[in-house]
T-cell receptor, first 115, second 109 residues
Framework: ETGVTQTPRHLVMGMTNKKSLKCEQH?????MYWYKQSAKKPLELMFV???????ENNSVPSRFSPECPNSSHLFLHLHTLQPEDSALYLC??????????????FGNGTRLTVT | GQNIDQPTEMTATEGAIVQINCTYQ??????LFWYQQHAGEAPTFLSY??LDGLEEKGRFSSFLSRSKGYSYLLLKELQMKDSASYLC??????????WGAGTKLIIKP
């Protein structure tokens, strides 16, 4: 398997549930990212990890909790979400963070619906 | 503030040429990216411009003018499979990617 893989592809959860999104990259990259994509809006960067250390947290609500156990895996733990959190959550990786020229490699995303 | 502008939606005919524009106002500039995203799929990298001029890659070309804060993506010999959203993103002086909202391109037979 190559590239960036996200599971699950689709997730429906109630506001009181706890769930986790998983991302795995097989590209040997050192940086991983979580993005939120809402319809007709720009991609919103949520978290950046470089060599398993969080380097950026763009003022994301605490109901979203990231975890990066190693440079190949990234999780997004979800709890007590709100309906406005319904969106496509994209994971991406790159060789390094904070450098120009290297494009991001994205997974297919998890389509999250909060009911 | 930082801003990327691109048209929300465009329609073109199979076999024709279409140009998708992107204008930006950012704090510094460290390159501009174009991505293609088919519905329900991952954005995939198309092109990167950091110097002024035209970069050609098969049927796709991307142009940059840093002095005008302007780029375009040119798609030639359009095919039905080119129906997708096209995302413009600029890397600012802090190496942060600033994203446009994307242009949905509809190709008609």
């Amino acid at each position: 398997e190559t590239g960036v893989t996200q599971t699950p592809r689709h997730l429906v959860m109630g506001m009181t549930n706890k769930k986790s999104l998983k991302c795995e990259q097989h590209l040997g990259h050192n940086a991983m990212y979580w993005y939120k994509q809402s319809a007709k809006k720009p991609l919103e960067l949520m978290f950046v990890y470089s060599l398993e250390e969080r380097v950026e947290n763009n003022s994301v609500p605490s109901r979203f909790s990231p975890e990066c156990p190693n440079s190949s895996h990234l999780f997004l733990h979800l709890h007590t979400l709100q309906p406005e959190d319904s969106a496509l959550y994209l994971c991406a990786s790159s060789p390094k963070s904070g450098t120009s020229g290297s494009p991001l490699h994205f997974g297919n995303g998890t389509r999250l619906t909060v009911t | 503030g930082q801003n990327i502008d691109q048209p929300t939606e465009m329609t073109a005919t199979e076999g024709a040429i279409v140009q998708i524009n992107c204008t930006y106002q950012t704090s510094g500039f460290n390159g501009l990216f174009w991505y293609q995203q088919h519905a329900g799929e991952a954005p995939t990298f198309l092109s990167y411009n950091v110097l002024d001029g035209l970069e050609e890659k098969g049927r796709f070309s991307s142009f940059l003018s840093r002095s005008k804060g302007y780029s375009y993506l040119l798609l030639k010999e359009l095919q039905m499979k080119d129906s997708a959203s096209y995302l413009c993103a600029v890397m600012d002086s802090n190496y942060q990617l600033i994203w446009g909202a994307g242009t949905k391109l509809i190709i008609k037979p």
